[in-house]
C-alpha cells in the first residue's frame, strides 16, 4: 500500500514538474506578467486623461436647488474626489489590489465590479457568437473564392465581401431595426430576454437568449465577416501556388484532401494571428450593436459612463476592455500552437 502511495506521489510530482517547466507554461506565466505592466499602464494613461475634461459627477449635482453644497463637499470628500489626480489615482489603485475594489459607481449607486460583472458576460455572449458566426461563414467562403478564382463565384463573393466592407456598423444596424420592424414581432429588439424568459424551461430560455441575439449579431458580424473571407482568399491563393500544393495533385491526391488538408492546414495560421485582435475589435465596436439594440452590454455601460462622467466605472471599463484585448492575442497565440507544432511560442513577442 505504501509502495503504491509512493510512486502515485511521485507520479503526480513528476506531472507537475513538467507543466511548470513546459514551453507553454513558461511562456504563459511570461504573457501574465508582461500584462500586469500594460494594465498599470493602460490604468495610468485612462486616469489622466479622463481628468482632463472639464468637471466631474458631482458637478452635475450642483445645478440641483435640493442639494447644498455642504451635501456636495461632504461627497467630495467620501469617494476622495476632493484630492489630487495622483492621490485619487493610487487611491484607485490600491482598493484594486489590495481588495479587489475597483470603487463606487456615482450614477447607479453601485460597487463598479458588480456592473461590469453583469455587462462584461453579456458582451462576450454576443461577441463569441458574432467571432463563430464569422469564421464558420467567412472561412468556407474564402476557400471557395480562392479555387474558384476568377470565376463568377469568386466575383460574387468579391461584391459581397467589397459590400460588406463598405457598409459602416451602424447603418447596417439601422437597416436590421427598420427589417425587424417590418417583420414585427418575429424578430425581438431591445434587451437579452423576453417578459416571460424566467417562466420558460432551460432550453426555452436558450432559445429565447439565442433569438434576441440575432440582429445584433449579424449587426456586429457583417463587417468582420467581409474582412476574413477577403484575407482567407488571399492567404489560400498564396498557397495554392507553391511547389508542394502541385507536386500533391501530380500524385493523384483528390482535390478536396488538397485543398482542405494541405493548404487550408498551411494558410491557417494568419487566420489565427488575427483572432486576438478579431476579438478586440468586436469588444470594442460591440457599443454600436448594443446602442442600436438596447443591449446591455459593457460598451454601452462605457459610453453612459463617459456621458455622466463616472470616474470610476469608467476606469474598470476600461481597464476591463484592455484585459479582454490580452487575453484575446494570448489565447491565439496558443491556439496557434496547437496548429502548428513546429512554431515555437517565445518568437511570437
Known amino acids: ?206 432559445l429565447d437568449t439565442g433569438w434576441h441575439m440575432v440582429l445584433p449579431t449579424i449587426a456586429l458580424s457583417i463587417t468582420s465577416f467581409a474582412g476574413l473571407q477577403r484575407i482567407t482568399r488571399g492567404e489560400m491563393l498564396d498557397v495554392l501556388r507553391q511547389d508542394y500544393i502541385q507536386t500533391a495533385r501530380a500524385k493523384g491526391l483528390p482535390e478536396d484532401k488538397v485543398i482542405y488538408v494541405h493548404a487550408l492546414r498551411n494558410a491557417i495560421n494568419p487566420l489565427i494571428t488575427l483572432l486576438g485582435f478579431e476579438l478586440a475589435s468586436l469588444l470594442s465596436g460591440a457599443f454600436i450593436a448594443e446602442y442600436f439594440f438596447n443591449w446591455p452590454g459593457l460598451g454601452r455601460l462605457t459610453l453612459q459612463a463617459v456621458q455622466n462622467q463616472d470616474l470610476y466605472l469608467l476606469m474598470a471599463s476600461l481597464v476591463m476592455s484592455a484585459v479582454l484585448l490580452i487575453v484575446g492575442n494570448l489565447v491565439a497565440d496558443l491556439l496557434l500552437k496547437v496548429a502548428d507544432p513546429r512554431i515555437r511560442l517565445e518568437n511570437l513577442n
Not at 455642504?70 to 482598493?95: C, H, N, T
Open 1 to 206: 500500500m505504501t509502495t503504491t502511495s509512493n510512486i502515485s506521489g511521485e507520479s503526480i510530482r513528476d506531472w507537475v514538474l513538467k507543466l511548470v517547466t513546459s514551453e507553454t507554461f513558461l511562456y504563459i506565466i511570461k504573457r501574465l506578467s508582461q500584462a500586469l505592466l500594460t494594465l498599470l499602464l493602460v490604468s495610468a494613461l485612462s486616469f489622466f486623461v479622463i481628468q482632463l475634461a472639464p468637471g466631474d459627477f458631482v458637478s452635475s449635482l450642483e445645478a440641483d436647488p435640493k442639494i447644498s453644497k455642504e451635501q456636495i463637499d461632504q461627497f467630495r470628500k467620501l469617494y476622495g474626489l476632493d484630492r489630487s489626480w495622483p492621490e485619487q489615482y493610487f487611491m484607485w489603485l490600491s482598493g484594486v489590489v489590495t481588495k479587489g475594489d475597483f470603487g463606487f459607481s456615482f450614477a447607479y449607486k453601485r460597487s463598479v465590479i458588480s456592473l461590469i460583472g453583469e455587462r462584461v458576460q453579456v458582451t462576450l455572449l454576443m461577441a463569441i457568437a458574432s467571432l463563430v458566426v464569422t469564421w464558420v461563414i467567412a472561412i468556407p467562403m474564402g476557400i471557395i473564392a480562392a479555387v474558384k478564382q476568377n470565376r463568377w463565384a469568386d466575383r460574387i463573393l468579391q461584391v459581397i465581401s467589397y459590400a460588406g466592407q463598405g457598409f459602416p456598423s451602424f447603418i447596417t444596424a439601422l437597416f436590421l431595426l427598420i427589417f425587424a420592424q417590418m417583420t414585427a414581432p418575429l424578430f425581438p429588439v431591445g434587451g437579452v430576454t423576453s417578459i416571460n424568459h424566467a417562466d420558460l424551461n432551460w432550453f426555452g430560455k436558450i
